[in-house]
T-cell receptor
Framework: DTAVSQTPKYLVTQMGNDKSIKCEQN?????MYWYKQDSKKFLKIMFS???????INETVPNRFSPKSPDKAHLNLHINSLELGDSAVYFC??????????????FGEGSRLTVL | AQSVTQLGSHVSVSEGALVLLRCNYS??????LFWYVQYPNQGLQLLLK??????LVKGINGFEAEFKKSETSFHLTKPSAHMSDAAEYFC???????????FGAGTRLAVHP
């Protein structure tokens, strides 16, 4: 049973389109994250939510809108896709907001290709 | 500001040889440090973490890392590489508020027979 699951795993779309990526965790964790991994494997945090409340918004363009309907789900909607949005998007979760005792559990990633 | 630098984007070793992956950090508060591994087409998984207890930290799959404050380093080692160790390795430091991780650029480890 997958702890952090993301759908879809692969997404190919045209510039200007709108797309969503869904994430669910069954670990009972309070905190969820979106990370972006670029073509050079560099990982950068985008957002974090704790119990459905936005905690971190890391200067991400407004075209990216996260939504957390409950603490087990964190979805990412992207409007007006651009070529530079092509990347692998990772969802992650942690038991609590403070990471000094916990760890991040990552999903397998969603590879977005914008043509 | 918190940051990590991983020296060497690619490291290649022979099977059975010592693995040494280097990580230096910068932190304005006592750091919490992590090593994660990413196998091809998978998410990251935690190898080990330092959270101010013992300076020598043992992790999964025979890896360990030593926190050296004087050198601001947290290098990852394994005495004997296996083919299955081939992956991307990321060092990370927690931010000042300990509520997000800042990752290094990663080191790709190749293991050849």
């Amino acid at each position: 049973d997958t702890a952090v699951s993301q759908t879809p795993k692969y997404l190919v779309t045209q510039m200007g389109n709108d797309k969503s990526i869904k994430c669910e965790q069954n670990l009972g964790h309070d905190t969820m994250y979106w990370y972006k991994q670029d073509s050079k494997k560099f990982l950068k945090i985008m957002f974090s939510y704790n119990n459905k409340e936005l905690i971190i918004n890391e200067t991400v363009p407004n075209r990216f809108s996260p939504k957390s309907p409950d603490k087990a789900h964190l979805n990412l909607h992207i409007n007006s896709l651009e070529l530079g949005d092509s990347a692998v998007y990772f969802c992650a979760s942690s038991q609590e907001l403070n990471l000094n005792t916990g760890e991040l559990f990552f999903g397998e990633g969603s590879r977005l290709t914008v043509l | 500001a918190q940051s990590v630098t991983q020296l060497g984007s690619h490291v290649s070793v022979s099977e059975g040889a010592l693995v040494l992956l280097r990580c230096n950090y910068s932190s304005s508060v006592p750091p919490y440090l992590f090593w994660y591994v990413q196998y091809p087409n998978q998410g990251l998984q935690l190898l080990l973490k330092y959270t101010s207890a013992a300076t020598l930290v043992k992790g999964i799959n025979g890896f360990e890392a030593e926190f050296k404050k004087s050198e601001t380093s947290f290098h990852l080692t394994k005495p004997s590489a296996h083919m299955s160790d081939a992956a991307e390795y990321f060092c990370a430091v927690s931010d000042r508020g300990y509520n997000k991780l800042i990752f290094g650029a990663g080191t790709r480890l190749a293991v050849h027979p």
